[in-house]
């Protein structure tokens, strides 16, 4: 199967199809070469335009856009947040995303991204890791158990060779779920009775709650000397999850800072506290971690360079698979200027 050069045909992604691509391209691998995308990107982050996203938000969630292009790439993604809506039965997160021509503005790609951005956080989490964690690193605290945990277990797993996991969910049977799922993968899980044993003797600890809120899910005494931690959940104004004194402590690394002030754990820290930017750290032009003792954080909210990353990613693999549907998604009349005769070219087929 082809891409139909067709003006009015738009490939499109289906959650079927996303599901297959990965599993053809297998999760580890996919997860890898996603993650080398990612950092590359990051490498040449002074060729994008970066805005923070843009954020409607209500008493029960957000929905945002995250918009961003390299000059020659247009990219954006739909993404809400309902802490609420596993309650009835629907995911937390949604998402999908356009990836475009800047020449003619044309799409080129419409895909599902709610598989997509839970697998492009996970890569980029590893990726960030990668530069900040300790060389030796092999068991990972996940405190909240939901939908990202296991994808978070799988990118660190491939991309850092972590293979023993510490678990802990207020909900036991997330956990349980979590470690169902990572079953016969290569992982000692242990699942933890609160989230203070969960991470003793924890190299790297993640957080990946939901609830919207200010929350202390790892407070001061919990963190000790050489942790990494990958703080997820905290990703929009009034959410967070550490105790600000960890922050404190912690040499602090972010994505793109006018963000990450609005809607990271720094959103605790007067706007003009020094961070450090991951992108300059993959560059080497500012440090990353210089040793075993020193506490490090990767504030993640998530930036939409790491979006572009995957629909660029996704599309460089559907030639080769067929994985897609032929969407029939712009108007193409014969004559660009007679939109309207194309109209009432319809309207004489149907009489």
């Keep these: 199967m082809t891409i139909v050069p067709n003006l009015n045909i738009v490939p499109f992604v289906s959650v079927d199809h996303m599901m297959k691509l990965v599993l053809k391209i297998g999760i580890d691998t996919f997860l890898r070469e996603l993650a080398d995308v990612v950092e590359e990107d990051f490498l040449r982050w002074e060729s994008f335009d970066k805005t923070p996203r843009i954020a409607s938000h209500s008493t029960d969630g957000v929905i945002e856009l995250m918009p961003t292009s390299d000059g020659t790439l247009y990219g954006f993604k739909y993404v809400n947040g309902h802490p609420k809506n596993t309650r009835q039965g629907r995911q937390t997160v949604t ?27 996970a890569a980029t989490s590893a990726v960030a890791a990668k530069h900040l964690a300790r060389k030796n690193a092999r068991t990972m605290a996940i ?73 202390t899910i790892l407070s001061d005494n919990m963190v000790g000397p050489g942790v990494h931690i990958n703080a997820v959940g905290g990703d929009c104004p009034g959410k967070t999850e550490l105790h600000k004194d960890i922050l404190l402590r912690s040499d602090i690394f972010v994505e793109y800072p006018p963000q990450t002030r609005i809607e990271g754990e720094i959103q605790q ?47 460089a693999k559907l030639h080769d698979t067929g994985l897609f549907e032929e969407l029939d998604l712009l108007a193409d009349p014969d ?12 309207e004489a087929a149907m009489a």
């Design 95 to 121: 998402a999908f995303g356009v990836l475009s021509d800047v020449g003619n503005g044309y799409p080129m790609l419409l895909t599902e991204m709610t598989i997509l951005t839970a697998l492009r956080t």
């Design 143 to 215: 405190i909240g158990n939901g939908a990202q945990s296991e994808f978070q277990a799988r990118a660190f797993k491939a991309i850092l060779g972590i293979d023993q996991l510490r678990l802990y969910d207020i909900d036991p049977a997330a956990s349980e779920k979590c470690r169902r799922n990572l079953a016969g993968q290569g992982f000692d899980v242990v699942i933890c009775p609160t989230a203070q044993d969960a991470v003793e003797g924890a190299d790297i600890i993640t957080t990946v709650t939901a609830d919207k809120q200010y929350a």
């Design 269 to 315: 820290l007067p706007a003009d506290y020094p961070v450090k930017e991951l992108w300059q750290v993959m560059a080497g032009m500012t440090d990353g971690r210089v040793n075993d003792h020193q506490i490090t954080l990767f504030d993640s909210v998530g930036f939409a360079t790491e979006d572009f990353s995957a629909l660029r990613y996704v599309r």
């Design 335 to 346: 004559d660009p200027r007679d939109l309207f005769g194309m109209l009432l070219r319809c």
